[in-house]
């Protein structure tokens, strides 16, 4: 079997990735879209396996590790997603980029710092 071939499959795989991670807005989709990324190397790892003759196999174990840190990371990802969907009810990720909660009400005042009241004897001045 010639190395060309997965190779492109591989390049292919991580160029779709890439475009779905710039592209998308959705939180989902960029979670697919590292999947394929991470698959692509995945691919390149047991190619070069096989073409180098490993004889302790270390590209295919590399892409075991591989796939057990992409499903912790789809795992916390995708825990991630569910949060922010009850939260805000969108997963949109450039409107996500904000850190206020809703974006229409204000912060409620919290008063006075009691450390600068404890240093100064009085309620600070602001």
Same mark, same amino acid.
Not at 17 to 37: D, P, Q, T
Not at 39 to 63: E, M, P, S, Y
């Given at each position: ?34 999947? =394929?990324? #991470?698959?692509? &190397?995945? +691919? ?9 003759? *490993? !004889? $302790? ?18 795992? =916390?990802? #995708?825990?991630? &997603?569910? +949060? ?9 990720? *450039? !409107? $996500? ?30």
């Amino acid at each position: 079997m010639h190395l060309a071939y997965p190779l492109v499959v591989a390049a292919l795989l991580f160029s779709v990735g890439v475009y779905g991670v710039l592209a998308r807005r959705n939180a989902i989709l960029v979670l697919m879209s590292v999947e =394929l990324m #991470l698959n692509a &190397v995945n +691919l390149n790892l047991v190619a070069f396996d096989v073409w180098l003759r *490993d !004889r $302790l196999h270390g590209g295919q174990v590399l892409t075991l590790f591989t796939i057990v840190i992409a499903a912790a990371e789809i795992g =916390l990802g #995708l825990a991630i &997603v569910l +949060l922010v969907f009850r939260n805000r009810r969108m997963i949109d990720v *450039d !409107r $996500l980029r904000e850190l206020s909660e809703d974006g229409t009400a204000p912060a409620p005042d919290p008063g006075p710092d009691p450390a600068i009241e404890s240093r100064t004897g009085e309620g600070a001045v602001r």
